[in-house]
């Protein structure tokens, strides 16, 4: 029988900032091809912070557990700072996962990652659009 802590059971119950977000700024998604588990992260950015953050996710009670630890480690933080938050840190602020659900953590920080990616390509675009069409 795999064993949780009190944290994973707590998340996984009650998961933090769990819906989907029309409005965001930039997502990213990943799939863990191994178990079929996936997760959408979706973030809003003010003035180069995490000001609002949500996903969707399909999984196990570690998916569930990490991707809502991972949204709340990342919210009010820089992008630099979202974009330090490692496995190891939603493994720790869980209070541990069992040695067969680690991979479970990989995925909210994925995620993220690629939300963050998705957020600087969309600025960057945004940037050589309205370039383009200041020097026509
Ligand atoms: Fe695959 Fe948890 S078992 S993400």
């Given at each position: ?20 977000m029309?409005?965001a700024?930039?997502e ?12 959408v992260i979706y973030i ?9 953050i949500s996903y ?81």
């Amino acid at each position: 029988m795999i064993m949780y802590s009190d944290i994973v059971i707590d998340h996984f119950m009650s998961p933090r900032n769990a819906h989907t977000m029309p409005d965001a700024d930039a997502e990213g998604s990943v799939g863990d091809p191994s178990c079929g588990d996936c997760l959408v992260i979706y973030i809003k950015v003010k003035d180069d912070r995490i000001h609002d953050i949500s996903y969707l996710v399909f999984g196990c009670c570690g998916a569930i557990a990490s991707s809502s630890m991972t949204s709340e480690l990342a919210k009010g933080k820089t992008l630099e700072e979202a974009l330090a938050i490692t496995e190891d840190d939603v493994v720790l602020a869980l209070g541990g996962l069992p040695e067969s659900k680690i991979h479970c953590s990989l995925m909210g920080v994925g995620a993220l990652r690629k939300a963050i990616g998705n957020y600087y390509e969309q600025a960057q675009r945004k940037e050589i659009i309205h370039e383009t069409s200041y020097t026509r």
